[in-house]
Every structure is written in C-alpha cells, then in structure tokens.
C-alpha cells in the first residue's frame, strides 16, 4: 500500500466526497500512519501530501465534528510528532493551536484525553513546542486535566505536564501549580 501511494490517493479522493464520507479517509490514513511496519512511510506521505492542510482545510478539528473524526484526527497528528520530531515544523505549521485550546475542554472524554495525548507527545522530543503551547493557554488547561473526572484524561494530562517539563527549565514555573496535583494522584488508581 505504501508503494502504491494510498495515502495521496486517499487525501486527493477527498475532494470528491461529501462531508459525510470525509471520516472515512482520514480513518483509513490513521490507521495507516499507526501501523508498526510503515507507519514512518505513511506518516511522510501524509505530510508530504499536504494533510495537515487538508485537516485544516475540512476543518476536521471543529468541535462539532462527529467525536469519532475528532479522535481519528487528533490520533493522526499525535502519532506524526511521537514518531519523529521532524515532522514538528510542519505540524506547527498548521496551526492547530487555538483548535486544541477548544477541544481540551470537549464534552467528550475521549477528545480531553487524545488532546492531552498530543500534548504530551508534541512534548516528546525536544522543548520546541513548549513555548507555543505556553502562549495558547494549552499547558495550563493540561495542568487542569489532571483534575478530569475521566481517568484516561487524567492518565494523559500527566503524561503531558511531565513531557513539559523534560527537556528544559522553559515551563517549570508555569508547572509548578501540577506538583500537588501529581502528589495526590499518585493515589489514583489509573
């Protein structure tokens, strides 16, 4: 599939579906860009297609988009930088920023965890997007998270918050208000 180019054909396909049938891609591009063997393969043809455009240009972050897509989407982009930093640049790019800022606070449990998820894995490699999730108010509503009603989210809030503070001193005073929070869920049993 990957010498076939499947995820060109599958994000050039889009602009032939209806809104409706536009999960159903980017589904097939998650689950691709997730898979253990080709996963960089997909990943790269993913970005070198244009896909984080495409995510911005279908606006596949809307909050009142279907919870499935959303996760798709957010699982996609979050797959992109644990896999390799050098997909940073593009990932910031796309300025996804204020759409993570409106959807850490869904509704939906799931898209709270996959946000944090994200966060933590933007985190991953290197401080390059400390500063940026600073400035969009994202690590202060991570810090939140870990306060969630829902156990995955809080899971993935501390994954964030201790990715924050890993590759350099940028953030600890912006982190300092998580400390109690991480103590007291030491008891959490997630």
């Known amino acids: 599939m990957a010498k076939a180019d499947i995820i060109y054909l599958t994000l050039n396909a889009l602009k032939y579906l209806n809104q409706d049938a536009i999960p159903i891609g980017i589904t097939l591009i998650s689950k691709l860009v997730f898979s253990a063997d080709s996963s960089k393969t997909f990943a790269q043809q993913f970005v070198q297609g244009n896909g984080l ?14 919870p499935v897509l959303i996760v ?28 993570l800022k409106n959807l850490i606070v869904h509704q939906d449990a799931s898209i709270r965890a996959k ?49 924050a503070g ?4 940028v ?6 208000p998580c400390v109690p929070l991480l103590v007291e869920l030491l ?3 997630e």
């Open 171 to 176: 953030l600890y005073e912006h982190l300092k």
């Open 187 to 189: 008891r959490d049993q």
């Open 115 to 163: 946000v944090c998820n994200l966060i933590g894995n933007l985190c991953r490699h290197t401080g390059f997007f400390y500063e940026k999730l600073l400035k969009f108010g994202l690590i202060s509503a991570a810090i939140e998270c870990c306060r969630d009603p829902d156990r995955n989210t809080r899971k993935f809030a501390c994954f964030a918050v201790g990715n």
């Open 166 to 169: 890993f590759h350099n001193d």
């Open 53 to 66: 455009g495409v995510i911005n240009k279908y606006t596949l972050l809307g909050a009142d988009n279907n």
């Open 72 to 99: 798709d989407t957010l699982s996609l982009i979050s797959q992109l930088a644990r896999i390799s930093k050098d997909f940073y640049d593009n990932i910031h790019n796309s300025n996804i920023y204020q759409d």
